[in-house]
C-alpha cells in the first residue's frame, strides 16, 4: 500500500478546521432570539457567521484540493457524522450561557493561536484564510473572556454556574492539541504547527483569564475523545439532521 500524498494530508487538514467552526458555527446560532439580553444576540449571531465564513472558505478550499467535483455544500451537506473531522469539543449541546461563553473562550484562543501559525503557512490559500481569521477570532476571544470575568467575578449563583460549565468543557479540551490523525508530511512542509505544539500557550492564555475570574482550573482526567477521526458523540447526529434537513429534501434546489 502507497503513503498518502501530502495533498492528501492538506485535505484531511481543511476539514478538520473547516468542519471546527462549521459545527461551532451551527451550535452558536441556536442562541438567535434566546440570548440573555439584545446586544449578546446579535454579538453570537455575529461570531456565528464569522465561524460559517471561515468553514465555507476551508471546505472549499478542500474540495478544490481533493478533485473529487466536491464543493463546500456538498461537504456541508452531504456529510454524515462519521465522515465529519471536527473536535467533539464544539458538537455537544450548548443550551446553557455559561456552557456557550467557557467553550467560546477556549475555542477562540486556541484558534486564536493556531491562525497565527497558519499566516505563514505554505499553503497559500490556508495562509490567506488564517490572516482574516485570526483578526475575527481574536475578537471572538475578547468578547468570551469579558463574560467569563464578568460571570466567574459576578454573583455567588453567576460564579458556580460558569465553574460548573468549566468543569463540563474541560475533558473535551485536549482533543485539541492531538497530532495523531495528522500527516506528518503537512507540519515537516510547514503547512500548520504540530498541534501539540499549541497546548503551552493556549493553556497559559486560558489560565490567566480563568484566575481572574476567580475560577478554578478543574483537576479532572481528559475525555477520551476522537474526533478528528469521525467517532463523535451521540449530539452531532441530530444537529447534522437539522442542518442538513433542507439541502438533503430539495437536492440541488437554488435560492
Known sequence: MSA???TTGVVDL??????????????LGWWISRAPELEEDL?????????????????????????RGRDEDDLAYWRDARELRNV???ERDQRDFGVTVVRLLVLSTWQRHLYEA??????????????KAVKEVAYHQDHARLWVLRLGDGTEHS???????????WPW???????????????????????ATLRAPVLAGLTTVLEEATLELPDG?????????GLHTEELGPLLAQMQHLARSHPGASW
Do not use: K, M, Y
Not at 453570537?44 to 468553514?55: E, K, V
Open 14 to 27: 481543511l476539514l478538520a478546521l473547516g468542519d471546527d467552526a462549521l459545527v461551532a458555527s451551527q451550535r
Open 221 to 229: 482526567p481528559a475525555t477520551l475523545a476522537r474526533g478528528r477521526s
Open 173 to 195: 479540551v485536549e482533543e485539541l492539541f492531538d497530532s495523531s490523525w495528522l500527516d506528518p508530511q503537512v507540519v515537516a512542509s510547514g503547512v500548520a504547527p504540530d498541534p
Open 118 to 131: 497558519l499566516c505563514a503557512s505554505t499553503e497559500p490559500v490556508l495562509a490567506g484564510v488564517a490572516a
Open 43 to 67: 454579538a453570537l449571531a455575529n461570531i456565528a457567521l464569522d465561524l460559517l465564513g471561515q468553514a465555507r472558505a476551508l471546505l472549499s478550499r478542500a474540495g478544490e484540493l481533493e478533485g
Open 88 to 90: 467533539c469539543l464544539v
Open 159 to 169: 460564579h458556580e454556574r460558569v465553574q460548573r460549565a468549566l468543569a463540563q468543557e
Open 4 to 6: 498518502p500524498s501530502r
